[in-house]
């Protein structure tokens, strides 16, 4: 069965540093896909990145990278130069090859202090 | 252009009476889904529409709750005979396939569901 696992239920990070949230998977498809969502406080989920289990490259969007370690079953995100908008519920979600659910984590929260 | 809308964005009902949540996905989107954020819980998945294929029930709790989708883009989740343990915030998201695959989903802002 899938599982995610998100194992810091909050994270504190000064402004303009880089923060990492950690996320591991368990799956034995060898095809799926790796996403990680932000949740501010209006409850809105909103995308930042994904990560195809057969991608080469780690993934980036602006200031979000993903750190995928295949073989750790890891898929940290990393935001670097953290604002306070960032401040917020992430969640990392994992899709399974052949099915179209995401199956999502318990999530960290993040806030960024001034 | 136009994300995905749900609305009411805030439901209060009363134990035993029946709910409707409606989404309008993001325009062009042939998938949609409902998933269910509760405090106990976390998001759990409860349905997927593809076109006119059968939808993916396997995520819906009990025969209480049920979903159509009409000309293949509004949905509506219904919940019959609400328990307080339904209190929670019902999120819909839509996908485009491209080339047999769906790409991302995208949220809308959720129901805020209250069942006193």
């Known amino acids: 069965a899938q599982k995610i696992t998100q194992t810091q239920p909050g994270m504190f990070v000064q402004e ?12 034995s498809d060898p095809s799926y896909g790796l996403f990680w969502y932000k949740q501010p406080s209006s409850g809105e989920m909103i995308f ?5 289990s057969y991608d080469q490259q780690n993934a980036t969007e602006g200031r979000y990278s993903l750190n995928f370690q295949k073989a ?10 953290s604002q306070l908008g960032d401040s917020a519920m992430y969640f990392c979600a994992m899709r399974q090859g052949g099915s179209e659910k995401l199956v999502f984590g318990k999530g ?4 960024v202090n001034p | 252009g136009a994300g995905v809308s749900q609305s009411p964005s805030n439901k209060v009902t009363e134990k035993g009476k029946d709910v409707e949540l409606r989404c309008d996905p993001i325009s062009g989107h042939t998938a949609l889904y409902w998933y269910r954020q509760s405090l ?9 529409f593809q076109g006119n294929s059968a939808p993916d029930k396997s995520g819906l709790p ?10 293949g883009s509004v949905s509506t989740l219904t919940i019959q005979r609400t328990q307080q343990e339904d209190s929670a915030v019902y999120l819909c998201a839509s996908s485009f396939q491209r080339g047999g695959f769906q790409e991302t989903q995208y949220f809308g802002p959720g129901t805020r569901l209250l069942v006193l």
Request: hydrophobic residues 35%.
């Open chain 1, 16 to 27: 303009k540093e880089a923060v990492t949230l950690d996320c591991t998977y368990d799956t």
């Open chain 1, 48 to 52: 930042l990145i994904y990560q195809g």
């Open chain 1, 72 to 81: 750790r079953k890891s898929a940290n995100l990393v935001i670097s130069a």
């Open chain 1, 108 to 111: 960290t929260k993040l806030t």
């Open chain 2, 40 to 48: 106990g819980q976390g998001l759990e998945f409860l349905i997927y």
């Open chain 2, 62 to 71: 009990s025969d209480r709750f049920s979903a159509e989708r009409t000309g």
